[in-house]
Structure formats: structure tokens, C-alpha cells
């Protein structure tokens, strides 16, 4: 008898270099013995490590992830729990799940059991679940931001950029018949420059060079 072909498997996990209470290598221990245990061949691990800044994370790993599932490198991605590969809400997250399925890979939370697809049986019905999930968070933000611009209609604020006034428009003007270049032209007046090359296009005005 042919010994069935082990699931290959890619470890994904993501930790916060800020977050000195992570204990990141005792996690990947916990998934490399979940894997020896259910008889399954790591392939690889992807790491983020992330710095906490304004900027946006840097998820060099988790690219490189995707792109060897869709290459067909492995069968399995392989995580702690659903919050180390989630990204900003229910809908991202579920769309990144449906784009492992379609490479024909399955998704597995080592935390939650009700959280895997690699279960046949559970798992279209966990798509769905989840799908219907992002849906209704997206309903409840989109109801929440129109609430918002009601009550700030109510107390009569100003919604959108401000009309572009007559007296800039003379001060636009003023600027651009000096002849000087369009960026100048936003620096000096503090216009910005799309606006002044729509206005000056409008006046009939040729950018310099142009």
C-alpha cells in the first residue's frame, strides 16, 4: 500500500517587535509539533516582525507567503490563531482566505478549530459564515458613517472642500499673469496645485513651457 503524500505546510506568524511579551519562538515550536503530531512536512515559515509606527506595516513575509501558495508550494497555511493573520477587519481578512482557497490552499488556526478550512465539511459553510460576516460590518461602518454626516448636516458644518471664492480666484489670477511656473504659483498663493491648474486651464491660461 502507497503511503498517502503528507500535507505540506507553511507556518505563518506575525509579532510586534514592541511587544516584548510575545513569545514568538514558543509559538513556532507549538506548530512545528502540531505538525510532527498530524504527520505534516513544514515547508517553510514566514515571519513578520513588526515595527508599531505611522507608517504602514511591512509585511514583506506575508507577501512572499502568497505568492508561493499561488506557485503551489504548499498545501496548508498554518497559524497560532486567526488574530496573527488578520489585517484591519473581517473583510480583508476573508478575502485573503478565499485567495489561499483558490491556490487550492487551506487555511488552519492551531487556536481555533471552528476557524479551519481544511476540514471539507466545514469548510464552504465557514467561508460563507465568515463572507456574511464582513458583510454586515461593512453595513454596520456604512450606516454609521452616513449617521455621522446627518447629525454634521444638523449642525449646519460645511461637509467637502470648501467652493473655491471669488477673491482667490482674483488672487489666482494676480499670480498667474506674472508668467511664473504653476508650482510657484501654488507656493506663493498656498493654493494647491491641482486646483490651480484646473482653475488656470478653466481661464484659459497655458502652463509655462507648455
Partial sequence: MVAPTPTRVAIYGRVSIDDIAQDLESELMQ????CAYNHCV???EYVDREIATK???RQTERARLFADAARGHFDMVLVVSLNDFARKGVGPTIVDIQRLARCGVAFHSYAEDHLCTDNEGVSSVLVR??????RLEHQKISKGTKAGLRRARARGKRLGRAPFSDAQRE???AALDTGENWHRVSRST???YSTVKKHARRQGYQAPGG
Fill in 171 to 173: 488672487k489666482l489670477r
Fill in 55 to 57: 507608517q504602514a506595516y
Fill in 42 to 44: 513544514v515547508v517553510d
Fill in 31 to 34: 506548530l512545528r509539533a502540531w
Fill in 129 to 134: 459564515v465568515i463572507a456574511s460576516l464582513a
Fill in 190 to 192: 498656498g493654493i494647491p
